[in-house]
């Protein structure tokens, strides 16, 4: 069999694997009750003192790369959560969506197969907040300002959404286009193929209306594509153009600040309802905690990164504010269009209204 159905064939095996472990789900699962799925959970809790409560072990999934900066956050979170709870609380880990991709994750929240993630997920507010540098022309530090915890954006964001709850938002980055040509007008892209998230009609949208022709292809496959000329420009936040290598294909990196990352440190529901009390306050504060501390190891994370993309011979190319300015009169009003249809009037506003509510840079 050549590479080609090679491929194939991975690809319809690791279907296979992923539908069984998703209908090894059984009934009444979500809530933590009595009952076994997903293979037992994946790997067993550690066993208890006797007499003790019985450790509860909760599954936390995300999409990137271990070792990587969400990967740090993830690991961050777990210790806070075990040392606090004297490991009656444990968290497994499983990144790089190897339980699953991003849609699949949230599947798994609505059947319990999953009972924490972190990255994006079914945050209207979440969703409208990573285009706020396109729609009202603020920088990414802005945001980042009004997403630390106790703003009003951060509590707004904090909200039940659905079969989720939010317990916190890991600190924002800036979204970067990377190329393997320079980018000398973001208003006129004409000739360049960005790839884009699959399903994701916004970012289509955006970018071809800027000039560009995008392609989809997933996170895992991007770097080959980039390889091989089937894409040659993607847009990303800088740690994970480090953490899948793609300053290793592509000559340019530059700013536009028009979409700022966020990652969302997500429960199940129903996980939730089933802890006491006083697991819910610990959780809470983990996570509040977490996201506290990730500011500073974020900063310096984002360094490292720019000394190995220059080490490396990437070069930056800034954006004049005024480029900046002719690029988002194009691009603006079909975002804003696009995220009032799909989540209201009212939700846009309150987004809005979060954001100008933020203390001022500093104070």
């Known amino acids: 069999m050549g ?3 090679r491929g194939r064939g991975m690809k319809r095996w690791s279907v296979l694997v992923t539908a069984v472990l998703s209908f090894s789900i059984l009934a009444g699962c979500a809530g933590g009750g009595e009952g076994t799925y997903l293979f037992d959970r994946l790997a067993p809790a550690s066993g208890g003192t006797p007499g003790e409560p019985e450790p509860r072990s909760l599954i936390l999934t995300h999409s990137s790369p271990a070792g990587s900066l969400t990967d740090q956050a993830a690991q961050l979170l777990k210790e806070k959560v075990e040392e606090a709870s004297e490991g009656q609380l444990q968290i497994q880990i499983y990144p790089e969506d190897s339980l699953g991709n991003l849609d ?15 990255g994006a997920g079914p945050s209207d507010v979440s969703s409208i907040a990573t285009w706020l540098p396109t729609l009202t022309g603020c920088t990414p530090d802005e945001v980042s300002q009004a997403l630390r915890p106790g703003q009003p954006l951060w509590d707004l964001i904090c909200q039940q959404a659905g079969d989720t709850l939010v317990l916190g938002v ?13 980018v000398e007008d973001l208003s006129q892209l004409d000739g360049l193929m960005v790839r884009v998230i699959p399903s994701s009609s916004l ?20 770097y080959l594509a980039l390889q091989q000329g089937l894409a040659n420009a993607q847009e990303n936040p800088i740690y994970l153009v480090r953490s899948y290598n793609f300053h290793q294909q592509q000559k340019y990196l530059i700013p536009i600040n028009f979409k700022v990352y966020l990652e969302t440190i997500y429960l199940n529901l129903e996980v939730c309802r089933s802890l006491t ?8 504060q983990a996570a509040e905690d977490t996201c ?8 310096r994370y984002l360094e490292e990164c720019q000394d190995i993309f220059q080490r490396e011979g990437m070069e930056v190319r800034p954006v004049s504010e005024e480029e900046r300015a002719r690029a988002r009169e194009k691009v603006c009003p079909l975002v804003e269009e696009y995220l009032l249809s799909l989540y209201g ?14 203390p001022e840079q500093g104070s």
Do not use: C, H
């Open 3 to 5: 590479r080609q159905g």
């Open 170 to 182: 890991l600190p924002s980055s800036s979204r970067v286009l990377t190329s393997s040509r320079p």
């Open 203 to 222: 970012d289509r949208r955006f970018w071809e209306a800027l000039g560009a022709q995008t392609v989809e292809i997933p996170i895992q496959d991007l």
């Open 345 to 358: 009037a009212d939700v846009y506003q309150q987004v809005l209204d979060a954001l100008s509510a933020a």
């Open 277 to 284: 009390e006083e697991q819910q306050a610990l959780l809470r």
């Open 292 to 299: 506290r501390e990730m500011v500073e190891v974020t900063a």
């Open 104 to 118: 699949d994750g949230r599947w798994y929240f609505e059947n319990g197969a999953v009972d924490m993630r972190i």
